[in-house]
């Protein structure tokens, strides 16, 4: 390249000699004001400089060069028209000449920029592409982390609120209880909460951990009439101090398949919500088990609360909602209960819907997909899935704690309050297992029907008891069913003929 411009300098000077040339073209030639000689040096110059421009100059100095080339070419140009002008017969010749050798420089010079932006500049743009990218990946990833932490510590502390707040309120009230009686269920409320509480803190491990691995998901037989009962049990302290009721209608007792440490903490959201935005009335928790074979269950938990506007249902389920107000008008909370409690029922393949209308209250409903329980007998054909077990515990946590071994062990557990017209023990077997303040709850016909009935407490209560069940009936402690549910069930149901 560089012997090519040593040709063309020393052509294009052969060219301009101005001994060759007569008076009129010298002095157009260097007269000018600047003169053509002075503006063709000054294009070779900056031309020259160009093409000794190193590789890695930064595109912005190769812009500088250019534009320097591109005035003086101008200039040149200009002037060599008004030559051509004055003398262009003796001109025409040496302009087209200096012409093509203008177009083969800048066709070198061309091919220069080429192999630069092939050779030089297309790696490093490449380079530079493939930094960045990594760059916006890296940064992608940190803000996402970021943000899931901030939704699990908002998430935690959302789902701890409940239940602390729940432990407030019994606090408070066991204050100002007096009652040995009052002051102990007051303790044993507590109690409940605390065990909520850390069920709840597990229950939102367990959800991190199943967003990683669904294999980790924990389906277990379980009556989902049971999960409902002891949510409405969770929250009545709350809706006391409010004056509201908490409805349970359990429709049926059969079990199912499924999460219920996750169901539960579906309903507890949606319960907590209901209570918290309803001022007067009443919520209810309703089951409703499949119609057909194969079919949905549904969890309904409705209130009489002021309802949802039209337009906040369509963002309701959306994570940091707050667009609601509680019973008291104040917004309160994170946002975050409902949003979560979708996030679960997506997981397990069901529906959440909301009816609402301003002034009617609020229907959620869950529909979850849960397996079906296949009967089996137990052992040696004692006690069958059509065994009943009456249970009537003072604590909320015995009581579940009980029930789940009892299901494990095939029982069908009934409760105090089941309507005893709906039950038929003719060819059935009924075990009634009951702490001794809670006997007088126990309907006399299932007392009556009952092949053994065990009354936990102090074995001097036994004097209370109706003589003619005494026959059948077993004093325990109830340390004994609190520490193994499973060997005194066992027990009990070994020692029935």
């Not at 000054?42 to 093409?51: H, N, P, R, S």
């Not at 009936?473 to 520490?483: A, C, E, Q, S």
Request: glycine letters at 6%; charged letters at 30%.
């Amino acid at each position: 390249m560089r012997s090519t411009h040593e040709r063309l300098e020393f052509e294009v000077g052969q060219a301009t000699d101005p001994t060759k040339w007569d008076l009129e073209l010298r002095r157009a030639y260097f007269d000018g004001d600047p003169s053509l000689d002075d503006r063709l040096s000054d294009y070779f110059a900056a031309l020259e400089a160009l093409i000794d421009l190193s590789p890695a100059a930064p595109n912005s100095n190769l812009s500088d060069y250019l534009s320097v080339a591109s005035t003086h070419r101008a200039g040149l140009l200009s002037d060599l028209d008004k030559v051509v002008k004055i003398y262009e017969e003796k001109a025409q010749a040496r302009l087209a000449k200096a012409e093509e050798l203008h177009g083969n420089l800048m066709l070198g010079l061309l091919v220069l920029l080429l192999f630069e932006a092939i050779f030089v500049f297309g790696p490093l743009i490449q380079s530079q592409s493939r930094a960045n990218e990594e760059l916006r990946v890296a940064r992608d990833e940190a803000q996402s982390e970021l943000a899931a932490r901030s939704r699990v510590l908002t998430a935690v502390s959302h789902e701890i609120r409940t239940p602390i707040g729940g432990v407030l309120g019994i606090i408070d009230q066991l204050k100002r209880e007096q009652s040995p009686a009052e002051r102990e269920r007051a303790l044993d409320l507590i109690e409940d909460s605390s065990q909520a509480l850390l069920e709840t803190l597990d229950g939102i491990l367990r959800q991190a951990e199943l967003s990683r691995d669904d294999s980790a998901k924990d389906r277990k037989k379980f009556r989902p009439s049971a999960i409902a009962q002891r949510v409405a049990e969770l929250f009545r302290p709350l809706a006391r101090r409010k004056s509201i009721q908490i409805e349970l209608v359990k429709g049926s007792e059969i079990e199912a398949i499924g999460d219920a440490i996750r169901i539960q903490q579906v309903l507890a959201n949606l319960v907590s919500n209901a209570v918290k935005f309803t001022q007067s009335g009443s919520v209810t928790v309703e089951v409703r088990p499949p119609e057909i074979q194969g079919g949905l269950w549904e969890f309904v938990v409705s209130d009489t609360g002021p309802g949802i506007e039209e337009g906040r249902l369509r963002s309701i389920f959306d994570p940091f909602d707050t667009s609601g107000v509680d019973s008291l008008g104040r917004v309160t909370g994170s946002g975050l209960g409902l949003s979560i409690a979708r996030d679960i029922v997506d997981a397990m393949d069901g529906q959440i819907l909301v009816e609402s209308e301003p002034g009617k209250g609020a229907i959620f409903t869950v529909r979850l997909p849960l397996g079906e329980v296949v009967e089996e007998t137990v052992r040696d054909g004692h006690i069958n899935l059509e065994s009943n077990l009456c249970l009537a515990l003072e604590k909320a946590t015995d009581q579940i704690r009980v029930e789940a071994a009892a299901s494990k062990l095939g029982w069908q557990v009934l409760h105090p309050d089941d309507d005893p017209k709906a039950a038929d023990f003719n060819s059935e077997v009924l075990v009634i297992l009951v702490e001794h303040s809670k006997l007088t709850s126990v309907p006399v016909a299932w007392l009556e029907a009952s092949d053994r009935v065990v009354v936990f407490g102090k074995s001097a209560e036994a004097e209370t008891l109706q003589s003619e069940y005494r026959a059948k009936t077993v004093f325990l402690p109830i340390g004994d069913l609190v520490k193994d549910s499973q060997e005194v069930l066992e027990s009990v149901r070994d020692g029935i003929d």
